[in-house]
DNA sequence: CGGACCATCGGGTGTGCCCCTGAACCGACC
DNA sequence: GGTCGGTTCAGGGGCACACCCGATGGTCCG
């Protein structure tokens, strides 16, 4: 570590990504007095992903709530595109969620709005640098996911659609169990395990035991 | 952020555990300085989980490397045995696998053995309030493998007893495809994508295509 | 040249998975 | 009492999967 910064910001170049035209202006004030310059500007998913394209910035500073699908899925659409990019979130929110969401999706730091010019300046040049950047005790949330301490909840009106029985062949089907295992782990007929996971597949939506599968690894029912 | 923290240190209670006890006495040193007491210290981890399990310190400096299996178990026991406890990790090696290995097992920090006096003692302060705390450039390490970018590299004998065109048939059977359309994407037949996926299953020691599924994913294959 | 290994196919068999229709029983609700 | 939803089960069909047997070429090597 203590490798000498240039956190001066002189000569990166930056795109600001947020749909408040407002908050873009200050944005480029702040930066554009430390000598970082502000290639382009955009204010929604399609516009950005152009921009980035375009330009080519050093850094993306990038809102995470935005109309179009929000920072992630500019992350995505510019990650299968091709060149790497480095993307520092920009928010007003500080939930674990938004934080966990758009540093899975690729982003190097994560600051909120509340981040002073200097300080933005110096979070810039830091990711331009390969460090992450984040403000203080939003780091946490990241490592807490890492570890698998808290889970990233989210409601499921889907899930709530099942019936007792149906969760319970689910699980197992989930699980890996062939359908006559099912059987007879709860003393029933294959046949009825077959209408079960008819119906799990049908309300969820799935084609087959191992969209299932999936599925339930991804809400962490396994 | 920018909540006021408290980074005098003053009131904390740390153990320090690392199997070189001059570092231990020049972290003391630095340490004690800023009014930060040191309620043990321990140079393996039999000592350590005893020394931790008594004092029952607020932070816990931790060695990353030492005789008896490391910090990472040192953490899990604790971890078993109840209390939430802070560890910061204190390593010289700045390895990706190492600053990955202690963070998954709980560590809210990773900093270098190059750290100044003052830097450790903030690094402390911060920890102690809930914040996680890196080097630069280490933090990164983490959000790759997070995001899924690295991998840990491991020797795989298994994999490479596959001819070339078996390894190709298992990407596909792995990704989800059906043989039949392995067998459009390949040109080939869906009979001699049964006999590679046979194969496959056979020298990898796998009964069906889910578990080469799995298999493949936890190798990072897909 | 004769084996070895590999890639390419075929036929056949058994099983698992997924869907369809249909039906019986039970409890809850109107 | 009738209706509805949940659970239980049966028969049958279509397709995918995993295995068995075999065969044909090709390369590479001793």
Redesign the interface.
């Known amino acids: 570590?203590?490798?000498p910064?240039d956190r001066s910001g002189a000569s990166l170049r930056v795109v600001v990504v947020d749909d408040h035209a407002m908050f873009r202006t200050g944005v480029r004030a702040e930066i554009e007095r430390a000598g970082i310059v502000v290639a382009a500007e955009a204010e929604d998913v399609e516009s950005a992903v152009s921009a980035i394209t375009d330009a080519e910035p050093d850094v993306v500073l990038l809102d995470v709530h935005m109309p179009g699908g929000g920072g992630a899925e500019v992350m995505r659409r510019i990650a299968r595109r091709g060149p790497a990019t480095t993307f520092l979130a920009l928010s007003v929110s500080?939930a674990a969620e938004d934080v966990i969401g758009i540093?899975?999706?690729?982003a190097?730091g994560y600051?909120?709005k509340?981040?002073s010019g200097p300080e933005l300046v110096d979070a810039v040049a830091?990711v331009a640098g390969?460090?992450?950047v984040?403000?203080?005790?939003?780091?946490?949330f990241?490592?807490d996911?890492?570890?698998g301490?808290i889970e990233v909840a989210q409601v499921d009106e889907d899930l709530d659609r099942l019936t007792e029985r149906e969760r319970e062949v689910m699980r197992l089907i989930a699980r890996?169990y062939a359908y006559k295992e099912v059987a007879k782990e709860l003393f029933i007929s294959i046949k009825t395990v077959e209408t079960h996971v008819s119906s799990v597949l049908r309300k969820l939506q799935l084609s087959s035991r191992?969209e299932l599968?999936k599925w339930a690894s991804d809400r962490r029912l396994i």
Do not use: K, W, Y
Not at 103 to 106: K, L, V, Y
């Open positions: 570590m203590n490798e910064l500080d540093i899975r999706a690729g190097r600051v909120t509340s981040i830091r390969g460090d992450a984040f403000s203080p005790r939003l780091a946490g990241v490592l996911a890492f570890a301490t890996g191992h599968t």
